[in-house]
T-cell receptor
Framework: DVKVTQSSRYLVKRTGEKVFLECVQDMDHENMFWYRQDPGLGLRLIYFSYDVKMKEKGDIPEGYSVSREKKERFSLILESASTNQTSMYLC?????????????FGAGTRLSVL | GIQVEQSPPDLILQEGANSTLRCNFSDSVNNLQWFHQNPWGQLINLFYIPSGTKQNGRLSATTVATERYSLLYISSSQTTDSGVYFCAATTGNQFYFGTGTSLTVIP
């Protein structure tokens, strides 16, 4: 079974802190994604990556950056956390090519910024 | 980007009842997926269905790509079916999620 692991289920940070959310997948997937989920808004794509050291902006990249130094790991970085970044963050991964549409999700990280 | 709309937003069912969830999308898509998010937040892929009909146990899905909609059928619902159901449309390399249908199945 594909496994996508997010480093924390719950996280509480203070305004202005630098926050790292880590995601690791064990299936050698080329594609990795970060979403945030908010009530009434569904899932919105923050950033995605098709390969090591490659990244593309999604719909709401402002206030976030990402890092993909190794194929299995995709990190989301909040440079200076703000209260409006309180949300559920979901990581996903998928194969490239014809199977790229099937995404596998991690369990999510619920981040609270105080 | 593509607009994805789901209906109804909320649904309460008695255990054993059947239901139909709908997903409309505003433009042509490469693919359409249905996901179930359990009460603990885990998203599980249910169906990968660009067109036609698929069945998996008590669940089935139909996508009519030419009319830009997909339906998810849940038969003989169980309390474990509770959660939020999302559809996601894919075009190019982008995924567009609907806002979900929150289903509560009561015993």
């Amino acid at each position: 079974d594909v496994k996508v692991t997010q480093s924390s289920r719950y996280l509480v940070k203070r305004t202005g802190e630098k926050v790292f959310l880590e995601c690791v997948q064990d299936m050698d997937h080329e594609n990795m994604f970060w979403y945030r989920q908010d009530p009434g808004l569904g899932l919105r794509l923050i950033y995605f990556s098709y390969d090591v050291k490659m990244k593309e902006k999604g719909d709401i990249p402002e206030g976030y950056s990402v890092s993909r130094e190794k194929k299995e790991r995709f990190s989301l970085i909040l440079e200076s956390a703000s209260t409006n970044q309180t949300s559920m963050y979901l990581c996903a991964s998928s194969w490239a090519g014809t199977a790229s549409d099937i995404q596998y999700f991690g369990a999510g990280t619920r981040l609270s910024v105080l | 980007g593509i607009q994805v709309e789901q209906s109804p937003p909320d649904l309460i069912l008695q255990e054993g009842a059947n239901s139909t969830l709908r997903c409309n999308f505003s433009d042509s898509v490469n693919n359409l997926q249905w996901f179930h998010q359990n009460p603990w937040g885990q998203l599980i892929n249910l169906f990968y269905i660009p067109s036609g009909t698929k069945q998996n146990g008590r669940l089935s899905a139909t996508t009519v790509a030419t009319e830009r909609y997909s339906l998810l059928y849940i038969s003989s619902s169980q309390t474990t079916d509770s959660g939020v159901y999302f559809c996601a449309a894919t075009t190019g390399n982008q995924f567009y999620f609907g806002t979900g249908t929150s289903l509560t199945v009561i015993p």
